[in-house]
């Protein structure tokens, strides 16, 4: 008999738990309205989708590529030498926002000569060091316009597009060094073309 009484008792307990389980409460409405705005908050201010313009990050980037920016890493952090920018230019240049690799870093001193090996194409050196870079597609033919050697000022960067011959960047005194306050995010993942989608080193 006790055993019995044992067993209702039991049952009874796992029926109450059972019930307690489903009659949980779903949050409240406004409260899940409160949660997405905080989410859609701090996504818009820790990530971000560009969609690429124009040829000046040829090969490496072409025209229609959607991709994913950190903006942490350039707010929080700073960017380091070979990283992929977005960049926010004056308004008074009258030029959206444009992608460029860096090239160099605050207090730099930026160098481009003409070429020992190709009489029409020049050579990058950062801090007096030849500066290597098997990612172009073709030599750099075009020096700008501004005064070498130059220095990038502090907080600043020295930002160049891949596509050397076509691109508007810091080799031009309408652009110049790049701000930090003026670098949107870090270039981190590339989305589109799904053909090759994945993560830029």
Request: glycine share 8%.
């Amino acid at each position: 008999m006790e055993n019995e009484e044992l067993e209702m008792t039991t049952e009874v307990t796992e029926e109450t738990t059972d019930k307690k389980k489903k009659e949980k409460k779903p949050m409240p409405l406004f409260m899940q309205a409160i949660l997405l705005v905080v989410l859609v908050v701090i996504l818009r201010n820790v990530m971000g989708t560009v969609l690429v313009k124009g040829s000046s990050m040829e090969p490496n980037f072409n025209h229609g590529d959607f991709v994913f920016i950190n903006k942490l890493s350039t707010s929080v952090g700073s960017p380091d030498y070979g990283d992929v920018v977005i960049c926010k230019l004056d308004e008074g240049a009258g030029y959206e926002n444009i992608i460029k690799r860096v090239i160099g870093l605050p207090g730099d001193e930026i160098d481009i000569v003409e070429s020992d090996y190709d009489e029409d194409a020049y050579d990058l050196y950062v801090n007096g060091e030849y500066i290597e870079e098997d990612f172009l597609g073709e030599p750099m033919m075009t020096d700008g316009n501004i005064e070498y050697p130059f220095e990038v000022p502090e907080n600043s960067y020295f930002v160049m597009g891949d596509n050397r011959n076509e691109s508007l960047d810091s080799r031009r005194e309408s652009v110049g060094a790049i701000h930090k306050d003026d670098l949107m995010g870090k270039v981190v993942l590339r989305l589109y073309p799904f053909s090759e989608f994945g993560l830029i080193d």
